[in-house]
């Protein structure tokens, strides 16, 4: 999986954590702190870097890419098949595991315009800002050679495109929504097990899912939670509306939209009644939690089936499902950027279009499952016949493609991953520890609000 928000850097995908190039300073004394490997973009943080030496690749033009977290191109053989389609190029690529170790040093070399890749990645949940602070550093990649912006959901062609028409990313990946959950689970609590009866049970309202935990809770095999974690949860029911932290003008609405406090405090009184766990997603104790099978349900865009699979003992396989969420959503996502300083910016944008193509994001969700962006791919068999050794005969693909299809086109705003990220850490989190909601609710928002004014 990607590292991507909440607090995997996830809540806008692959949930947030955003710093603006306003606030210069602050970043620069971020990635001073980091260290001169990350002022480089080589941080590694147990990620996976490529020799940049150009040894061995005489002749050939070196394409670099920088990413964060698991994007899986190499490893579902895309970059092998672009080589030799091209055998003048050559693809490395430095991985940093985190994005919200990667984010700061990408500010940074953007700031600066030194120190670039050829291609860099930005998340879903930082594109706002790019578009809004750095566009001009940055090609029009609606010019790369075969783009067409119909390829893509127009959602998420908008999310890269400035005021004046420039597209500066090419949207990878896309996190659709649904509920995965445990059916040998559910089914010793009671509960029923079909995916359709479960999806027709919480149609339309998350407080409905509430209502399954409960039931679930009542008789649930000992030492097991409903859902994962409160972070989880709250970035599914967030990511299924429209506005959110901003409205449309670009305004900072997140504390006068009843949406957020009302998402805050069902997932704080669902913490209280010890629905959900009380980890925080992608750390240590949290995936033990998947290994020792301590949940029965989990918030899940495609990308989070591999993130079970990492963690989970080798007979959960097929004792998964997939059901419809209770409203469709989408978290996490991702784009390819080029930008203007970098080495190869010619080669850099063939590459991109190829690898975002929908051909090879067909290729990527088949061996990956990392859900395409561009909806010709819904009709493709790699779609329409997906399935995961997780979840057994689910219908994944046509399960994630329908909830692509009907999300929202959201608002996102500059600073998401700030408020995402700080409604959970400083928030949520200290609901489990025994805080009132109302409590954590007031320490969230002053702290979010601090961020905001620096």
Same mark, same amino acid.
């Given at each position: 999986?990607?590292?991507? !928000? %909440?607090?995997?850097?996830?809540?806008?995908?692959?949930?947030?954590?955003?710093?603006? $190039?306003?606030?210069?300073?602050?970043?620069?004394?971020?990635?001073?702190?980091?260290?001169? *490997?990350? /002022?480089?973009?080589?941080?590694?943080?147990?990620? $996976?870097? $490529?020799?940049?030496?150009?040894?061995?690749?005489?002749?050939?033009?070196?394409?670099?890419?920088?990413?964060?977290?698991?994007?899986?191109?190499?490893?579902?053989?895309?970059?092998?098949?672009?080589?030799?389609?091209?055998?003048?190029?050559?693809?490395?690529?430095?991985?940093?595991?985190?994005?919200?170790?990667?984010?700061?040093?990408?500010?940074?070399?953007?700031?600066?315009?030194?120190?670039?890749?050829?291609?860099?990645?930005?998340?879903?949940?930082?594109?706002?800002?790019?578009?809004?602070?750095?566009?001009?550093?940055?090609?029009?990649?609606?010019?790369?050679?075969?783009?067409?912006?119909?390829?893509?959901?127009?959602?998420?062609?908008?999310?890269? !495109? !400035?005021?004046?028409?420039?597209?500066?990313?090419?949207?990878?990946?896309?996190?659709?929504?649904?509920?995965?959950?445990?059916?040998?689970?559910?089914?010793?609590?009671?509960?029923?097990?079909?995916?359709?009866?479960?999806?027709?049970?919480?149609?339309?309202?998350?407080?409905?899912?509430?209502?399954?935990?409960?039931?679930?809770?009542?008789?649930?095999?000992?030492?097991?939670?409903?859902?994962?974690?409160?972070?989880?949860?709250?970035?599914?029911?967030?990511?299924?509306?429209?506005?959110?932290?901003?409205?449309?003008?670009?305004?900072?609405?997140?504390?006068?939209?009843?949406?957020?406090?009302? $998402?805050?405090?069902?997932?704080?009184?669902?913490?209280?009644?010890?629905?959900?766990?009380?980890?925080?997603?992608?750390?240590?104790?949290?995936?033990?939690?998947?290994?020792?099978?301590?949940?029965?349900?989990?918030?899940?865009?495609?990308?989070? %089936?591999?993130? /079970?699979?990492?963690?989970?003992?080798?007979?959960?396989?097929?004792?998964?499902?997939?059901?419809?969420?209770?409203?469709?959503?989408?978290?996490?996502?991702?784009?390819?950027?080029?930008? @203007?300083?970098?080495?190869?910016?010619?080669?850099?944008?063939? /590459?991109?279009?190829?690898?975002?193509?929908?051909?090879?994001?067909?290729?990527?969700? @088949?061996?990956?499952?990392?859900?395409?962006?561009?909806?010709?791919?819904?009709?493709?068999?790699?779609?329409?016949?997906?399935?995961?050794?997780?979840?057994?005969?689910?219908?994944? *693909?046509?399960?994630?493609?329908?909830?692509?299809?009907?999300?929202?086109?959201?608002?996102?705003?500059? @600073?998401?991953?700030?408020?995402?990220?700080?409604?959970?850490?400083?928030? /949520?989190?200290?609901?489990?520890?025994?805080?009132?909601?109302?409590?954590?609710?007031?320490?969230?928002?002053?702290?979010?609000?601090?961020?905001?004014? @620096?």
């Amino acid at each position: 999986m990607r590292g991507r !928000t %909440l607090p995997h850097s996830r809540l806008g995908s692959r949930g947030v954590k955003t710093r603006r $190039s306003a606030r210069r300073a602050v970043v620069l004394a971020v990635t001073a702190a980091m260290g001169a *490997g990350l /002022l480089a973009g080589c941080a590694d943080d147990g990620g $996976s870097g $490529s020799d940049s030496s150009g040894g061995g690749n005489s002749g050939k033009t070196v394409v670099k890419m920088g990413l964060f977290g698991a994007f899986g191109f190499k490893e579902a053989g895309l970059y092998d098949e672009y080589e030799k389609l091209n055998p003048n190029i050559k693809i490395e690529e430095n991985v940093t595991q985190r994005n919200e170790n990667y984010y700061p040093a990408l500010v940074n070399h953007l700031t600066t315009n030194a120190g670039l890749m050829d291609i860099q990645a930005v998340e879903v949940g930082n594109i706002a800002e790019v578009v809004s602070t750095q566009a001009d550093k940055l090609e029009d990649v609606s010019k790369a050679p075969g783009v067409k912006s119909s390829d893509w959901l127009d959602w998420k062609w908008q999310q890269a !495109t !400035t005021k004046d028409g420039r597209t500066i990313g090419l949207g990878t990946d896309v996190g659709p929504v649904g509920i995965c959950y445990r059916k040998d689970l559910f089914e010793k609590a009671g509960l029923p097990t079909d995916r359709e009866e479960l999806a027709k049970s919480w149609a339309g309202d998350w407080k409905k899912l509430i209502k399954v935990g409960e039931e679930y809770q009542k008789n649930a095999p000992e030492g097991t939670t409903f859902m994962d974690s409160p972070g989880g949860l709250m970035s599914a029911i967030l990511g299924s509306e429209k506005v959110r932290f901003y409205d449309k003008s670009g305004k900072v609405i997140y504390k006068d939209n009843p949406v957020v406090k009302q $998402s805050f405090m069902m997932t704080a009184k669902a913490a209280q009644d010890g629905l959900v766990g009380a980890q925080t997603q992608f750390q240590p104790d949290w995936n033990t939690t998947i290994a020792n099978s301590k949940f029965a349900a989990i918030a899940c865009p495609p990308w989070m %089936l591999g993130t /079970l699979k990492e963690h989970s003992k080798g007979d959960t396989k097929g004792k998964w499902d997939v059901a419809v969420a209770p409203k469709s959503g989408n978290w996490g996502g991702a784009f390819l950027s080029v930008p @203007k300083s970098g080495k190869n910016v010619k080669e850099a944008m063939k /590459l991109a279009a190829w690898l975002t193509a929908p051909e090879q994001q067909a290729k990527l969700f @088949k061996v990956q499952g990392n859900f395409p962006s561009a909806p010709a791919t819904y009709t493709t068999p790699e779609v329409l016949d997906a399935k995961n050794e997780m979840t057994g005969d689910a219908p994944i *693909g046509k399960i994630f493609a329908e909830a692509a299809k009907t999300t929202p086109v959201q608002v996102i705003g500059p @600073k998401d991953q700030v408020i995402g990220s700080s409604l959970n850490d400083n928030g /949520l989190v200290l609901v489990t520890k025994g805080t009132s909601p109302a409590k954590a609710w007031e320490t969230a928002t002053k702290t979010i609000d601090n961020n905001l004014e @620096k």
